[in-house]
C-alpha cells in the first residue's frame, strides 16, 4: 500500500450555526480542519496509508486536534507535541449573493512557532511514496518556510513525489512574499494544483479572457497557465480547479488536468453548496488517490472533481464521501436519489 505523509496546520474551526451572522450568534459549532489534514482524511477514507505531521499543544485540545484525525485511520505517531495554542479560524458561511467570511486567529500557534528540530524528515518519509503541502503552511512564518524546504529536499532526496497546492492566503502574507518563497520551493514540486486565482496572485500568470467575479471562464487561457507554470518549474503534471461562481449558494464546479502533452477538462457539475470549505483539499485528495492507483489522466481528473463535488455537499473542513459515492458520481448518476 502506497503510504502519502501531509504536513501543515490543524486548526480550531469555531462557526455560526446554520447560516447565522458572526454579530448574531450567541454559539458556535466547534471542530477541526486545515488544508493538508483534510487531503491527509480524505486519503485515509479511501484506504491509503496516510499520516499527518504537524506540531500541536500537549494540552486537551491538542489532544482534541489529534483525536478528531485518528478517528478516521489518518496516522498521528508523527506528530510533534508542544507549544502554547492551537489556532483557530471563525467561518461565517455566506448563502446566496452575501459572500462566506473566514477570520484568522492563528498567530503564536505551536505550528507557527515550531523549528526545524521538531521534525525528523529522514524518519518522518521512511516507507513513504509521496509528500504533499499547500501555500498556506510556509506563509505562516520565515522559520515554516525554512521547515518546509527541508522537507521538500529531504523528500526529494527520497524519490517521494512532491506535490503542492498553492493555496494563497492574502490575510497571512502579501503577493511579493508568497513569490520569492513558493518559486523557490515548486523548484521540488512534480504536481502542482492551484485554482482560478493562485497562479495570478503567486506567479503573475493570468488566464486571458476569464473573469472570476462574472463566473466567466475561458479554457484556453486556462491552457496557457497551467503550460506557462509546467514550463516555469518543470512539473510533470498541473491541476487547475475551474469554480464558476453564481452565488455563495450556487457554483459550477470542473477541473483541468495538464500532463506536460495533453490537456483533459472534465465534467462540469452544478453544485448547491452545503459548505464549500475543504473543497479544494478533497480535490487534491481524490487527485493523489487516483494517480497513486495508476488511474490514467482523465480518469485521475474525474475522479478528483466528483470527489470535491460531493465535498460541497458535507459539513465541516472533512471529506466523508466513500470511492463508490465518488466512482458513481464521475460515472454518471448525479441523480442524488435515496439509496434503499
Avoid at 510533534?80 to 500557534?109: F, L, M, P
Avoid at 529531504?154 to 513569490?179: F, H, M, P, Q, V
Avoid at 500532463?259 to 470549505?277: A, M, N
Avoid at 473543497?279 to 497513486?292: E, H, M, N, T, W
Wanted: aromatic share 10%; charged share 25%; hydrophobic share 40%.
Amino acid at each position: 500500500m502506497a503510504r502519502v505523509i501531509t504536513f501543515g496546520e490543524l486548526m480550531v474551526r469555531l462557526q455560526p450555526y446554520n447560516y447565522e451572522r458572526f454579530v448574531q450568534a450567541d454559539h458556535l459549532e466547534f471542530t477541526f480542519g486545515g488544508g493538508e489534514a483534510n487531503v491527509a482524511v480524505s486519503l485515509a477514507n479511501y484506504g491509503v496509508d496516510s499520516a499527518y505531521v504537524t506540531k500541536l499543544p500537549a494540552h486537551a485540545i491538542g489532544q482534541a486536534a489529534v483525536n478528531s484525525l485518528r478517528r478516521y485511520g489518518v496516522d498521528t505517531s508523527l506528530i510533534t507535541r508542544g507549544g502554547a495554542r492551537v489556532g483557530i479560524y471563525y467561518n461565517e458561511k455566506g448563502a446566496s449573493q452575501r459572500a462566506s467570511v473566514c477570520i484568522y486567529d492563528r498567530a503564536h500557534s505551536a505550528i507557527a512557532e515550531a523549528v526545524s528540530e521538531d521534525f525528523d524528515w529522514d524518519r518522518i518519509f521512511d516507507g513513504a511514496d509521496w509528500f504533499h503541502f499547500t501555500g498556506i503552511t510556509p506563509a505562516l512564518g520565515p522559520n515554516v518556510a525554512a521547515i518546509c524546504k527541508e522537507a521538500c529536499a529531504a523528500a526529494k532526496a527520497k524519490g517521494l513525489t512532491i506535490s503542492c497546492d498553492l493555496n494563497y492566503r492574502g490575510k497571512l502574507w502579501t503577493r511579493e512574499e508568497a513569490r520569492k518563497c513558493m518559486t523557490e520551493l515548486c523548484s521540488y514540486v512534480d504536481v502542482c494544483i492551484a485554482n482560478e486565482e493562485d497562479a495570478k496572485d503567486v506567479f503573475g500568470i493570468e488566464a486571458e479572457a476569464t473573469d472570476i467575479t462574472a463566473g466567466e471562464l475561458n479554457r484556453a487561457g486556462y491552457m496557457s497557465v497551467a503550460r506557462q507554470l509546467a514550463d516555469r518549474f518543470g512539473f510533470d503534471k498541473v491541476a487547475i480547479t475551474l469554480r464558476e461562481s453564481i452565488s455563495a449558494s450556487d457554483n459550477n464546479w470542473s477541473a483541468m488536468l495538464y500532463d506536460g502533452k495533453d490537456y483533459c477538462f472534465s465534467k462540469t457539475y452544478k453544485l448547491h453548496i452545503v459548505d464549500r470549505i475543504g473543497g479544494g483539499d478533497s480535490f487534491a485528495g481524490g487527485l493523489i488517490y487516483s494517480l497513486l492507483n495508476g488511474k490514467d489522466t482523465q480518469a485521475a481528473l474525474e475522479f478528483a472533481v466528483a470527489a470535491s463535488a460531493l465535498k460541497h455537499s458535507i459539513e465541516g473542513d472533512f471529506n466523508h464521501a466513500t470511492i463508490a459515492e465518488v466512482e458513481k458520481l464521475a460515472g454518471g448518476d448525479g441523480s442524488g436519489r435515496v439509496q434503499r
